[in-house]
């Protein structure tokens, strides 16, 4: 018995057309997705103009040097009941004590605007926003100030 071959399929240009619209509609398509990831994650610029911060660089560096001497670490910002809270220490260990702290709430891709936010100290070298920040990732531009030493700092809080 015999068995009748196959007919065999023609590749025209209607196949040839089908795969180069499917290729390009597949990288058009992982694009648009990483594109939307990117938009959505993306957490801002670090300067808006890079020529003037090279300018402001050196002073920068000088005030980083003027906060080390001052010998405070302070902690990430952790979420407790809704607000920020913040711990800061000396050089010994110690929490540090009669400070004042202020700071900027920023959204990290600009869908709400900054606002202020202040804090009191709750503990030992512990402080606590009087506000309750809203839910979501936020940045913090902090400047703590005790006597004639300030610090200024960025803390995310998720």
Request: aromatic share 10%; hydrophobic share 45%.
């Amino acid at each position: 018995m015999s068995e009748q071959p196959s007919p065999v399929k023609k590749f025209t240009g209607y196949h040839a057309t089908m795969m180069i619209v499917g290729f390009f509609a597949v990288v058009v398509a992982v694009n648009l997705v990483m594109a939307q990831f990117a938009l959505s994650t993306f957490s801002g610029t670090v300067v808006d103009n890079s020529y003037v911060a090279s300018q402001k660089y050196n002073k920068w560096l000088e005030q980083a040097r003027h906060q080390q001497a001052n010998g405070w670490t302070v902690s990430p910002a952790v979420r407790k009941a809704g607000k920020a809270s913040i711990a800061i220490t000396t050089t010994d260990g110690a929490g540090l004590q009669g400070a004042t702290m202020v700071a900027i709430a920023e959204h990290p891709i600009g869908q709400s605007e900054p606002f202020e936010v202040s804090f009191t100290q709750a503990g030992a070298g512990e402080y606590q926003s009087v506000q309750t920040l809203p839910a979501g990732r936020w940045k913090l531009k902090i400047v703590i100030t005790q006597d004639d030493k300030n610090m200024r700092v960025v803390r995310d809080i998720w």
